[in-house]
């Protein structure tokens, strides 16, 4: 499919002299992402059955976007393993959509791999209360960008990832540009080729995903592609730092009812234990499924698993290995 950009589009032709935002038309009016697609002009007369058919087919795209950029997911999920495992942290910077992505994935990794809350933080333009709300001209703001990684004391030991559909959002620029003078390594996460910011990092993840169902609604498959790398750069992390066994969430915090009933599902899982057994071990370790399932799987006392966990860096493997 071609996509019209560029001159072509109306929207690009020459402004009046001493139009402000003449620039910034023209900019995106060569972005894929802001471009109106091909055959739903007309979804405004269409029944609702037609309407989800239209957009599960536009989606189908983003799949097969995510799988073009699995070469540069794979070097930042590397890098990111890297720099946690030596004791530094995982931001991600965004604004808008973008920006509440990044701080969604930073607040699962605490209750599903038993993270500090400090490990993966979501910077987001205009701080918490944009999570909720636009904050007006947050997103305009690179020196606000530049001050929030400065205030937050981002150093050579961090991973930093810039989230942007656009790839142009000047609070990520200002953000990636003070991360890089402080050594941090730097991936940006854009859906338009060659953009701003994946120019700017160590590692460009470019999942273009083409124009949106609506015209340049961005939290659509745009929305969508960002969110399937970022599970996957939090996910492979963890399983890479040893936060799963198998496919198993084994530094999950029951915090709740679900939770705890997961815990106890999930130390059935790996070990064939009974429902009773596996609350007994969960109980006799003060909660962690880790030490749970090393003490059942090893036979090794409940007062030793914790340390045995620690000699094995908390790789539970490798802690089951060395105690058979």
Known sequence: MTEQTGPTDPTAATPPHGDPLAGLRSELAGLQTEQPAP??????????????????????????????????????????????????????????????????????????????????????????QAIQKPVEYAEDNATAGA???????????????GISASGRTPYVIGALEEARSRGAFTAAIACNHGSAIGRLADVAIDVVVGPEFVAGSTRLKAGTAQKLVLNA?????????????????VDLKATNEKLLARSQRTIQHATGADADTAIRALDSVGGSV???????????????????????????????????
């Open 290 to 324: 880790k030490a749970a399932i090393l003490v059942l799987l090893t036979g090794i006392d409940p007062a030793q698993a914790k340390g045995a966990l620690d000699e094995a860096g908390g790789f539970l493997r490798k802690a089951v290995e060395n105690h058979r």
């Open 39 to 128: 055959g739903l002009d007309s979804i405004d007369t269409m029944d609702t059955a037609a309407l989800v058919a239209a957009m599960n087919e536009v989606n189908r795209t983003v799949p097969a976007a995510v799988e073009e950029a699995a070469p540069a997911i794979e070097q930042t999920v590397d890098a990111v393993t890297e720099r946690l495992a030596r004791g530094g942290r995982l931001l991600y910077v965004g604004a808008g959509t973008a920006g509440r992505l990044g701080v969604l994935d930073a607040s699962e990794c605490p209750p599903t791999f038993g993270t500090p809350p400090g490990l993966v933080v979501g910077i987001i333009a205009g701080g918490t």
């Open 147 to 161: 001050r929030d990684l400065h205030d937050i004391n981002v150093t050579e030991k961090d991973a930093v990832i």
């Open 233 to 249: 750069i939090s996910t492979l992390t963890m399983v890479k730092l040893g936060k799963t066994y198998g496919n198993l969430m």
